[in-house]
């Protein structure tokens, strides 16, 4: 089974072109069998009459001897071994004589009767090898020219490789010109095609700024064909909209109806001051980071299959290391960012957990310099994605530790204050945007963290 290519105008246009290939070999063949045809008919023709006219030409002396000065009128008889002949020869033996055109030096051999006969008008044609190599056509006919039945043999023949050549060099002009008018359609249906089909463009196009969170509905003006899918289209976008307002209205009431009983039991724990109080708050504070962490996964994954947040990261990163630099005064921090920002497709809320959790842990382990950067996805695969990428010059990770680092809770050093949340926190939220996080040795001496997340344009 033929499977034919998914894209549109490839294959409309290959469909359209072969049928225009299909279309002009066709009336090749037509026009060509058609023009032979009507050649061949014009060139028996020809020598039918031009056989007639030396026929009548042609006449007896009264010693019994051929005579005539037949004039065909075709400058061809003259031209010695042009292919075009003509021989009138006798048969009886009461006549005698021989007449033959001036471009007639030679022989043409001719068949027997029996291979090919006389028809009822006494007359017959064949093809036979001429004086110079060529193929001629020949008509004979045996004519009695008086009442004493002197019989002789009239022959008139023409070039045929001349019809050959000529009927060849008319399928040589007419394959030409069929081929560039084949190459003329093939282009205008192409560009017909393309033309036809931009609408679709320019509703991917729309789709693109709706997806990119540049635009919220499909806008422009579209053909008739096209704008009920455009309708249908925004009535979709609307819809998961609501769903997705209604599903972050639902995530913030169960939010805040939970906060009051976890508070509730939290201070019961703290104030009954035993061993089995502060097992009641622990859990209670474990419940409520449960609840945000899965809350904020609801969140994410309702807004990642609909419509995208567009966050610039340049303001946000800004902002954020000049609250780090007051918090640790002593320490150097450096951004480093392409000219033009760089869009987040997510919330910028997000970002800056993710960011500010990681450049904190940065601060916190660096000896005196911190490093970050921001830019596009190095690798092919990640062509729309960022890359935050920050470093340290501190003591780093281990490799046989860093896998550790990513778990809920695990502390490398105890010494360090923390609950051990933060690389955990930050990997599943950059798992919930689809991204990744790795950990890895930094220039610096210290740790370098690379964490890739969806980007908009």
């Not at 002009?24 to 009507?38: F, H």
């Not at 679709?200 to 579209?222: I, M, Y």
């Not at 945007?433 to 964490?451: P, Q």
Request: charged share 25%; net charge negative.
């Amino acid at each position: 089974m033929v499977r034919l290519p998914r894209s549109l105008t490839i294959r409309v246009l290959a469909l359209s072109t072969l049928w225009a290939v299909l279309s002009l070999v066709a009336i090749a063949t037509v026009i060509s069998a058609l023009y032979r045809q009507a050649s061949e008919r014009s060139f028996d023709s020809l020598l039918s009459a031009h056989l007639f006219n030396l026929i009548g030409a042609v006449g007896v002396s009264d010693e019994g001897r051929l005579q005539g000065s037949p004039d065909l009128g075709d400058v061809r008889y003259v031209i010695p071994r042009s292919g075009w002949y003509w021989s009138v020869e006798t048969i009886s033996e009461n006549l005698t004589g021989r007449l033959r055109s001036l471009s007639f030096s030679g022989n043409v051999d001719s068949p027997t009767l029996v291979q090919v006969p006389f028809d009822g008008r006494f007359q017959r044609s064949y093809a036979a090898n001429g004086l110079a190599g060529e193929r001629v056509k020949v008509f004979e006919n045996e004519f009695v020219l008086d009442d004493q039945n002197r019989i002789a043999r009239f022959r008139v023949m023409g070039n045929l490789t001349e019809l050959e050549d000529e009927i060849g060099e008319f399928e040589q002009r007419l394959y030409f010109y069929l081929f560039m008018f084949g190459l003329g359609t093939v282009a205008f249906n192409a560009a017909a095609i393309i033309f036809g089909l931009r609408p679709l463009a320019k509703v991917r196009a729309a789709l693109s700024k709706v997806r990119e969170g540049s635009a919220q509905r499909l806008e422009g003006s579209f053909p008739p064909e096209i704008e009920p899918l455009v309708h249908e289209t925004n009535a979709l976008i609307d819809n998961n909209r609501r769903i997705v307002e209604r599903a972050r209205t639902q995530v913030g009431n169960l939010a805040h109806s939970l906060k009051t009983p976890l508070a509730v039991i939290m201070n019961e724990g703290r104030s009954m001051g035993t061993e089995q109080g502060q097992l009641l708050g622990d859990q209670a504070t474990a419940m409520r980071q449960q609840i945000d962490n899965y809350l904020q996964r609801a969140r994410i994954a309702a807004q990642r299959d609909s419509v995208v947040f567009r966050t610039p990261l340049r303001p946000s990163m800004e902002r954020l290391l000049r609250v780090m630099e007051k918090l640790n005064p002593s320490m150097r921090t450096s951004l480093d960012m392409p000219d033009g920002d760089i869009i987040f497709a997510g919330e910028e809320g997000d970002f800056e957990e993710v960011s500010g959790n990681l450049i904190e842990n940065a601060m916190k382990w660096a000896g005196e310099r911190v490093q970050v950067s921001i830019r596009s996805a190095a690798n092919v695969e990640s062509a729309e994605r960022l890359a935050l990428i920050i470093e340290d010059d501190g003591p780093g990770i281990p490799d046989e530790a860093r896998r550790e680092a990513l778990k809920r809770g695990k502390r490398l050093d105890e010494t360090k204050p923390g609950s051990g949340l933060g690389l955990s926190i930050v990997s599943d939220l950059v798992a919930q945007y689809g991204g990744t996080l790795t950990l890895d040795r930094s220039e610096l001496g210290g740790l370098k963290v690379i964490v890739e997340l969806p980007r908009a344009h």
